[in-house]
């Protein structure tokens, strides 16, 4: 099925434009890998697309965060959104929490997944292990995000390649739904970047850098001034012989460096490996072209944290615009599924 087919909202009509949906956990620093993965894509797309992009703080509670941190979090997290360059004119910028029908439809979700489906989940499972106390909403992740990307219809869901299972659930549960229940949903697609999906760890490469990782020396944070790059970018750990090729299996630190300048430098990691005889001069070139790329983020974040109710108005601008369209599609996936309307004669 496609959008036009069931969309609702007064532009359905003659909408040439692609909806987009993409949100972020506000758990941690954010960084790099979300920043490649994600982020870039979103602020380099939204004039071509209809977009929604926002913070996911209900799924930030599915592990243990104190509440004054999760505020804090949200806030400088959708600062930086605007920083990386959302323009909340073009893109519709809100906060999870903020939009009710991102749980009611997660229920209908819920009622649609299978207790083996969520169980089979990857991070689920790393997420989960040797871990006490687990919380349900962990184990029913996934059926919140695929609330959040079926409440706006959403044709393209740009991600990192961490969340491809996900996203994959989410378009087996569209189809299972209007399987059983008549056409309501649009079935998404991921939409993963060919260079910068998949970004690791610094300090142990064959692990994806992450905001919960155990070495902050790893990660480069988006918000990390030039010396911190430098500094994290020289220690990066590589192996003993000194060629420079990529090759992800026999060499990851080298290649997750090269990985980071052909995404800087737009070109594929193996070209950028041209002309390197030595690790130092490609550690010089990897760290001058993150630190340029995230000089302007950086300096238009200290702006925005400085006024954090600028901020919170763009947000809730964006969060009315996001509930005209949530409303529209829980509704119908309510009436479909038999749900008693108030309304109903
Ligand atoms: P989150 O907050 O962990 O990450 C946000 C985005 O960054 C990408 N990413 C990476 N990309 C490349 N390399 C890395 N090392 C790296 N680490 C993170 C992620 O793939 C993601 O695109 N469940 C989601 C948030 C979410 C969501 C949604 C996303 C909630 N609802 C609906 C899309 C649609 C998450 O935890 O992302």
């Not at 956990?25 to 890998?33: A, E």
């Not at 491809?164 to 056409?183: P, S, V």
């Not at 600028?310 to 829980?330: C, F, P, Q, W, Y």
């Amino acid at each position: 099925m496609t959008r036009d087919q069931v969309s609702t909202d007064q532009e359905s009509s003659n909408r040439p434009k692609e909806r987009v949906l993409s949100l972020i956990k506000p758990t941690g620093d954010v960084h790099l890998g979300s920043y490649l993965g994600a982020l870039r894509g979103w602020a380099a797309d939204q004039q071509a697309n209809d977009a929604f992009h926002g913070v996911a703080d209900l799924h930030a509670l599915t592990v243990e965060v104190q509440p004054a941190e999760l505020r804090a979090r949200t806030l400088q997290v959708a600062a930086i959104l605007l920083a990386v360059g959302i323009d909340p004119d073009a893109s519709t910028l809100f906060v999870q929490s903020h939009v009710h029908e991102h749980c009611e439809l997660a229920w209908l979700m819920e009622c649609t997944v299978s207790f083996g489906e969520l169980r089979r989940m990857h991070q689920f499972k790393e997420k989960s292990e040797g871990v006490e106390g687990v919380r349900a909403s962990l184990f029913t992740y996934p059926a919140l995000m695929a609330a959040d990307i079926l409440v706006y219809d959403a044709d393209q869901v740009p991600v990192g390649d961490d969340q491809r299972q996900h996203l994959e659930l989410a378009r087996d549960l569209a189809i299972r739904f209007n399987h059983r229940y008549g056409e309501t949903f649009v079935v998404p697609e991921a939409a993963i970047p060919k260079v910068g999906a998949r970004v690791m760890d610094l300090q142990h490469p064959t692990r994806k850098m992450s905001k919960t990782a155990e070495s902050p020396q790893g990660t480069i944070a988006l918000l990390d001034d030039p010396e911190a790059i430098e500094r994290k970018v020289r220690r990066a750990v590589t192996d003993a012989a000194s060629e420079v090729c990529y090759d992800p299996t026999a060499k990851p630190g080298v290649s997750n460096l090269l990985e980071l300048l052909g995404a800087f430098t737009g070109r594929s990691p193996a070209e950028a490996a041209a002309g390197y005889t030595r690790y130092g001069d490609l550690k010089s070139d990897v760290a001058a072209a993150i630190i340029e790329a995230l000089r302007p983020v950086r300096q238009r974040y200290t702006e925005l944290a400085a006024d954090p109710a600028g901020v919170m108005e763009i947000l809730a601008k964006g969060a009315a615009r996001a509930s005209d369209v949530a409303a529209a599609t829980l509704a119908r996936a309510k009436t479909a599924v038999g749900l008693l309307r108030p309304d109903d004669r």
